[in-house]
């Protein structure tokens, strides 16, 4: 073959691939902006990693609390909205054993983002075959648990996508932590639904975004947590994690993001 010819074909197939990645980018785009429509339930799948001995009471508890997420949530979409609709249907898979958590980016430049993408990719493939998680999800929240470290003061924290299908939690979980677990999961959900974060850089909610009820009087202590802000507000600086799921309420600017409110 004469090398024109070639180049030809060469240019010619990667003209092909090129237009197939675009389709798929826009076809996949579309699909994820219709998750914001709530035209019926959104399936999620929450998957749980176990690194170490954790308990296993603490574990059957976080499946066993998702309908009363599934509840809490349906009551909050209907603060904004006039359905009866619960907005999300969640089906837990795991536990699976892993020897470490989701890697985390070393850095913030463009070639990190495309190395951490590749690796959370190899690694949720991986899990998700261990789990039996199948495709078809709106998202997929992986909540790593861990045993605490006997120092008493238990930590989480998580990381997602935003606008995309992938969230991630780590927690130290002992039996206490399952609803705060639940809420931090759902954080992390919100996240690869539109929803930013409603905390300014001291951690604190913000005002009036951050609130679960702006309009209260007096305005502290709040009755319950903003999802994105992640914690009560008491007053004076003070803030308190949440402890149950009834705590957990969706702002009305998280439920513009999402597409609750118009
Ligand atoms: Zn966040």
């Known amino acids: 073959m004469d090398s024109a010819k070639a180049r030809r074909i ?3 197939v990667l003209l092909a691939v090129l237009a197939a990645v675009l389709a798929y980018a826009a076809l996949d785009r579309h699909r994820r902006l219709r998750r914001k429509e709530w035209l019926e339930p959104l399936p999620i799948a929450l998957v749980v990693l176990r690194r170490g001995q954790v308990d296993d009471d603490a574990i059957a508890a976080l ?9 809490q949530l349906g009551a909050e979409l209907q603060r904004h909205r006039a359905t009866a609709m619960r907005p999300f249907s969640f089906v837990f898979h795991g536990p699976v054993d892993v020897a470490a958590g989701a890697p985390l980016p070393d850095g913030f430049g463009a070639w990190e983002l495309v190395v951490n993408t ?3 990719w190899r690694y949720t493939r991986s899990v ?3 789990a039996g998680v199948g495709g078809g999800y709106a998202s997929r929240i992986y909540l790593v648990v861990k045993p ?6 238990l930590t989480i924290e998580g990381t997602s996508e ?3 299908r992938v969230g991630m ?3 130290e979980l002992d039996r206490g932590m399952v609803d705060f677990a639940l809420f931090v999961v759902t954080h992390e959900l919100l996240h690869t639904l539109g929803a930013s974060d409603k905390y300014d850089a001291s951690g604190h909610a913000r005002v009036p975004d951050g ?9 502290y202590p709040q009755a319950r947590a903003e999802v994105m802000a992640r914690n009560r507000p008491l007053g004076g600086g003070v803030e308190k994690p949440p402890s149950r799921l009834s705590e957990l309420a969706v702002g009305e600017l998280t439920a513009r993001e999402i597409g609750w409110r118009k």
Do not use: F, W
């Open 169 to 171: 939690v780590e927690v």
């Open 118 to 120: 590749y690796r959370r």
């Open 128 to 130: 998700d075959a261990a």
């Open 211 to 219: 609130l679960a009820d702006p309009t209260q009087t007096p305005l």
């Open 162 to 164: 935003l606008n995309g």
């Open 63 to 71: 499946r066993s609390r998702l309908p009363a997420l599934e509840a």
């Open 10 to 12: 060469r240019v010619g």
């Open 148 to 153: 605490g470290d006997g120092g008493g003061q």
